[in-house]
T-cell receptor, first 114, second 113 residues
């Protein structure tokens, strides 16, 4: 089965630094998502992206966050100035159709902010 | 807005025993219901879904779930578990008109020999 690929699997950064988390969605998918899971908490929706623009975002997704599909294959999440509370596992997901019930998730990037 | 509650954070069982992982939800609008599984060091995989029709849905790996509208529940069951079923299981809902998934806290199922 095709896979969503996320790199790196683990990223450590200093508070205040910018980080970019990278994802390669499945090639014929059109809708892209970021979710995150803070240790011990629920998996939370951050943002959905379609046709080169954000289609929906949560309250978590403030001005410190941005997403981009720079080259037609990668889908990135940038955190401009990381805070301690940004430490979490970040999951990328994709599907062909936003109404399609099957989301394909990557294995996640564990972000640790020190 | 929707919310999902998974009543058990950890469920230990012995191999070949039956298991039920509980999930309750609340929503003011119509929702679809899902169970996802996460094996160690892997992403979430869809186990099964309820969209409409029969309230008993069957998924992969011998799992099934029953949608109970009056009790707003969507419990996951398997009649006989294997060691390989050890994983974290997430219940999730999505508005029928939306794309955002709302997850429960997750249940760690540990199958012991």
């Amino acid at each position: 089965e095709p896979e969503v690929t996320q790199t790196p699997s683990h990223q450590v950064t200093q508070m205040g630094q910018e980080v970019i988390l990278r994802c390669v969605p499945i090639s014929n998918h059109l809708y892209f998502y970021w979710y995150r899971q803070i240790l011990g908490q629920k998996v939370e929706f951050l943002v959905s992206f379609y046709n080169n623009e954000i289609s929906e975002k949560s309250e978590i997704f403030d001005d410190q966050f941005s997403v981009e599909r720079p080259d037609g294959s990668n889908f990135t999440l940038k955190i401009r100035s990381t805070k301690l509370e940004d430490s979490a596992m970040y999951f990328c997901a994709s599907n062909r159709d936003s109404r399609n019930e099957k989301l394909f998730f990557g294995s996640g990037t564990q972000l640790s902010v020190l | 807005a929707q919310s999902v509650t998974q009543l058990d954070s950890q469920v230990p069982v012995f191999e070949e025993a039956p298991v039920e992982l509980r999930c309750n939800y609340s929503s003011s609008v119509s929702v679809y219901l899902f169970w996802y599984v996460q094996y160690p060091n892997q992403g979430l995989q869809l186990l099964l879904k309820y969209l409409s029709g029969s309230t008993l849905v069957k998924g992969i790996n011998g799992f099934e779930a029953e949608f109970n509208k009056s009790q707003t529940s969507f419990h996951l069951r398997k009649p006989s578990v294997h060691i390989s079923d050890t994983a974290e299981y997430f219940c999730a809902v999505r508005e029928t008109s939306g794309s955002r998934l709302t997850f429960g806290e997750g249940t760690q199922l540990t199958v012991n020999p």
